[in-house]
């Protein structure tokens, strides 16, 4: 992580710039200069980093929004770093062909659809919680680019998978 950033990286910022190395590699964009990693090594890069930061000491999981504990916001477990982190699992699983994306991706969305930021009879996506409450009530802001990183990583896997299950969740979501 750049050291200009460490106060205000939060793991959904880093996980939005993973997304356009995997554009990169996806649409087979010139590789960067030799010396340089590739644009999958990059996403790579991102996805090891904020799984070594899987949080299972509070909530049952997730990741915290920030990354560093002085940054106000490290106590809330939300959508956009968790759904960004499932998306960019379920993006690599379908790149790569490796399983255990696949699997993270799964684990994340496990997380996900048994936490109180989805409700799973309405289909409500809600923006993050407090773990610091163990994660027992939401904030029901809802944002539209939340349920935009599911349905795309719901995608993703589905692609890489073919499971109905997936596919399912993404119509109940749109």
């Given at each position: 992580?750049?050291?200009?950033?460490?106060?205000?990286?939060?793991?959904?910022?880093?996980?939005?710039?993973?997304?356009?190395?995997?554009?990169?590699?996806?649409?087979?964009?010139?590789?960067?200069?030799?010396?340089?990693?590739?644009?999958?090594?990059?996403a790579q890069?991102?996805?090891?980093?904020?799984?070594?930061?899987?949080?299972?000491?509070?909530?049952?999981?997730?990741?915290?929004?920030?990354?560093?504990?002085?940054?106000?916001?490290?106590?809330?477990?939300?959508?956009?770093?968790?759904?960004?982190?499932?998306?960019?699992?379920?993006?690599?699983?379908?790149?790569?062909?490796?399983?255990?994306?696949?699997?993270?991706?799964?684990?994340?969305?496990?997380?996900?659809?048994?936490?109180?930021?989805?409700?799973?009879?309405?289909?409500?996506?809600?923006?993050?919680?407090?773990?610091?409450?163990?994660?027992?009530?939401?904030?029901?802001?809802?944002?539209?680019?939340?349920?935009?990183?599911?349905?795309?990583?719901?995608?993703?896997?589905?692609?890489h998978v073919?499971?109905?299950?997936?596919?399912?969740?993404?119509?109940?979501l749109r």
């Open positions: 992580m750049p050291s200009n950033q460490t106060l205000d990286e939060g793991n959904d910022d880093q996980v939005f710039w993973s997304f356009t190395a995997l554009d990169a590699a996806e649409l087979k964009f010139p590789a960067p200069p030799a010396g340089s990693p590739s644009w999958i090594a990059m890069a991102v996805f090891n980093t904020q799984a070594a930061r899987w949080d299972e000491s509070t909530c049952g999981g997730g990741l915290r929004w920030q990354v560093y504990q002085v940054n106000a916001g490290y106590n809330y477990k939300n959508v956009a770093a968790n759904g960004g982190f499932f998306q960019l699992a379920s993006r690599l699983a379908r790149y790569t062909g490796n399983e255990t994306y696949s699997q993270w991706a799964e684990k994340a969305w496990d997380w996900f659809e048994t936490s109180v930021l989805y409700d799973e009879a309405t289909f409500t996506v809600f923006d993050g919680t407090n773990d610091e409450q163990n994660c027992t009530s939401a904030d029901h802001t809802q944002w539209s680019y939340n349920y935009g990183l599911y349905m795309n990583g719901l995608a993703y896997l589905y692609n073919s499971s109905a299950l997936a596919i399912d969740d993404a119509k109940a």
